[in-house]
């Protein structure tokens, strides 16, 4: 399918507007003070050019051979909510977004800063991607959503989950599918004045509250933007946010990974039972990507900014 591009891409920014869906970008301690310091979410690429910190990625590699690397990602979907405050089945249960505890909320014209941009149901770390012949085309796009003239306002937004986008596009495989976009921009940038919120995970670093210091780096770099501890379930928050803080603990005590995280003394017992469930759904690895990406990039952060960012 060809890209996004001219007018389409203010017809796709106005048709998310109008379902009340935003462009959702979840990234670490690390690259969020990077991202402050270039002045809005960047391409990993840009990151290396100007010797940015960020966190290394286990889909770099993949990334540079699918030719994404240049390009801004974000969700229609704040996938940080899944773990905190929705229901979980009774035998499997989510991972936290392994991309970040920070989750930035924009409104979705910030697509018009884009040259191009793809819909692609699947990520663009994928074997062999794809993202001209992968994307959706504009006319495409209604068919993501569950309904357009909604009987209800409350389903306006509603997206269509994984099985369900399956049958609409008649795609045949066993990994979850979600819709992913990829915007190409002329300096590889798209602006934090198009950020509306900020949530963060109810998480400690280092005896610091994680959204006390999110909050000095916004205000550091002088941007007036909103800055919120993330929802948690009203019935199972508190026991949810307890799991995140036993990960910590253990983390801190050098234990990185699912097995030895489970089969240690330190693991709490509603730790555990979240992790049977975890494994139940085949995600042991969602769990250790996120702990990894968790510990390089905001748990092992010091409170330093880089300032030796290049100019290009």
Not at 191 to 206: E, T
Not at 235 to 240: D, K, L, V
Not at 247 to 260: Q, V
């Amino acid at each position: 399918m060809p890209l996004i591009e001219g007018n389409n891409i203010e017809y796709l920014a106005n048709l998310f507007a109008d379902r009340n869906v935003f462009f959702f970008h979840a990234c670490q301690l690390r690259d969020f003070r990077t991202y402050f310091q270039l002045g809005g979410i960047p391409s990993r690429n840009l990151m290396v050019l100007k010797s940015a910190n960020f966190t290394q990625f286990e889909t770099d590699k993949a990334d540079k051979e699918n030719e994404v690397w240049n390009l801004v990602f974000g969700n229609l979907w704040d996938y940080g909510s899944t773990f905190a405050n929705k229901m979980w089945g009774e035998n499997s249960a989510p991972v936290p977004n392994p991309f970040g505890p920070i989750t930035l909320k924009c409104e979705p014209n910030i697509l018009n800063e884009s040259n191009n941009v793809s819909v692609c149901l699947r990520s663009a770390g994928g074997i062999a991607f794809n993202r001209e012949g992968e994307g959706l085309s504009i006319d495409d796009i209604p068919r993501i959503f569950y309904c357009l003239n909604c009987e209800d306002e409350y389903k306006e937004s509603w997206l269509k989950y994984s099985d369900d986008l399956k049958k609409e596009f008649q795609i045949n495989t066993p990994n979850t599918l979600n819709p992913e976009l990829s915007c190409q921009t002329p300096n590889e940038l798209l602006s934090a004045d198009r950020i509306i919120q900020i949530l963060v995970d109810d998480i400690q670093v280092n005896g610091t509250p994680l959204i006390h210091t999110v909050k000095e780096i916004v205000r550091d770099f002088q941007f007036d933007i909103p800055v919120y501890n993330r929802f948690y379930h009203k019935e199972f928050g508190e026991t949810r946010k307890g799991i995140l803080s036993n990960l910590i603990s253990c983390a801190s005590e050098g234990l990185r990974t699912f097995d030895e995280i489970y089969k240690h003394k330190l693991c709490e017992e509603p730790t555990k039972e979240w992790m049977g469930k975890v494994n139940n759904c085949g995600n042991k690895y969602q769990f250790d990507r996120y702990l990894n990406y968790l510990i390089n990039g905001t748990l092992n952060e010091k409170n330093t900014p880089n300032n030796n960012i290049k100019s290009i």
